[in-house]
């Protein structure tokens, strides 16, 4: 597929950029080697292969989000400036 100079000015406009002749020409060539290799790519028969969001397998190095309690209120009230008993108590803001 070919995209036209014409097409990634008017692009441009709507992005708020400001691209010199040259680089309109230079991004056309690019986006259009771009939507070609595209169109390669659709020429593939993918029948029977199952889709997949990355080739490579991920393992999760972060730890399974088990809720656990570690603390007793009363050890994390005994910090406060200001407590109930039950909850911290903190300056009013209107």
Known sequence: MKISSEEVAKVAGLARLALTPEKT????????????YM???????????????TPVDQVSVMRDDVVEKDYARE????????????????????
């Open 25 to 36: 020409a230079r991004y056309a060539a690019q986006l259009g080697d771009i939507l070609g």
């Open 75 to 94: 050890d994390i009230l005994k910090n406060a400036p200001e407590t109930d008993g039950a909850f911290f108590i903190v300056p009013r803001i209107v």
């Open 39 to 53: 169109d390669k790519l659709a020429e593939l028969d993918t029948t029977g292969v199952e889709p997949l969001y």
